[in-house]
T-cell receptor, first 116, second 116 residues
């Protein structure tokens, strides 16, 4: 069975500092990988995803994540965070059946708190 | 708006009562998902519809939970004989079936269910 581990439940950082949110998954088959973000009082929004091709994927607001198959990881990074990045971040996987549908398996989430 | 909508936003009920939660997906999205998010946890998959039919209901916890999507658009999640452990935020998501955005699930704001 597939599972997702987000080791850090909370990550406090100062504004303009770099941050890494860790995500590891377990699966015996190929997976697609996602990061979703939930801002305070808002719904889940897709931040970025890895389906195939380049192992480094980027979001429009400066986040990036790298798929590492050997380490079964998909860590999320940002070189300089802003107060507005304060949110909860969820890593998720989906089995790549060959089609494009299927349920997501989420980690427990990491609360990123950016302090001035 | 053009996003996924869910009603009600909040539902408080008494143990043993019946509840219905509604999801209105993005127009044209044939895939629809229900997830449940308990406090401090990531979303957990409940059921997935492709059109009118449930393609995967393996996440439904027991036979008190049932979902329908009779016309392939709006879906209703039904919970009979509610228990305090059913208290959670129930999330709905929808996606396209084909095309480059088929892997992106768009989430609604959720319905917060509280069973007293």
């Amino acid at each position: 069975a597939q599972s997702v581990t987000q080791l850090d439940s909370q990550v406090p950082v100062f504004e303009e500092a770099p941050v890494e949110l860790r995500c590891n998954y377990s699966s015996s088959v190929s997976v697609y990988l996602f990061w979703y973000v939930q801002y305070p009082n808002q719904g889940l929004q897709l931040l970025l995803k890895y389906l195939s091709g380049s192992t480094l994927v980027e979001s429009i607001n400066g986040f990036e994540a790298e798929f590492n198959k050997s380490q079964t990881s998909f860590h999320l990074r940002k070189p300089s965070v802003h107060i507005s990045d304060t949110a909860e971040y969820f890593c998720a996987v989906r089995i790549s059946y060959g089609g494009s549908q299927g349920n997501l398996i989420f980690g427990k989430g990491t609360k990123l708190s950016v302090k001035p | 708006g053009a996003g996924v909508s869910q009603t009600p936003s909040n539902k408080v009920t008494e143990k043993g009562k019946y509840v219905e939660l509604r999801c209105d997906p993005i127009s044209g999205h044939t895939a629809l998902y229900w997830y449940r998010q308990s406090l401090g946890q990531g979303p957990e998959f409940l059921i997935y519809f492709q059109g009118t039919g449930a393609a995967d209901d393996s996440g439904l916890p027991n036979d008190r939970f049932f979902a329908v999507r009779p016309e392939g658009s709006v879906s209703t999640l039904k919970i009979q004989r509610t228990e305090r452990g059913d208290s959670a935020v129930y999330l709905c998501a929808s996606s396209l079936t084909s095309g480059r955005l088929a892997d992106t699930q768009y989430f609604g704001p959720g319905t917060r269910l509280t069973v007293l």
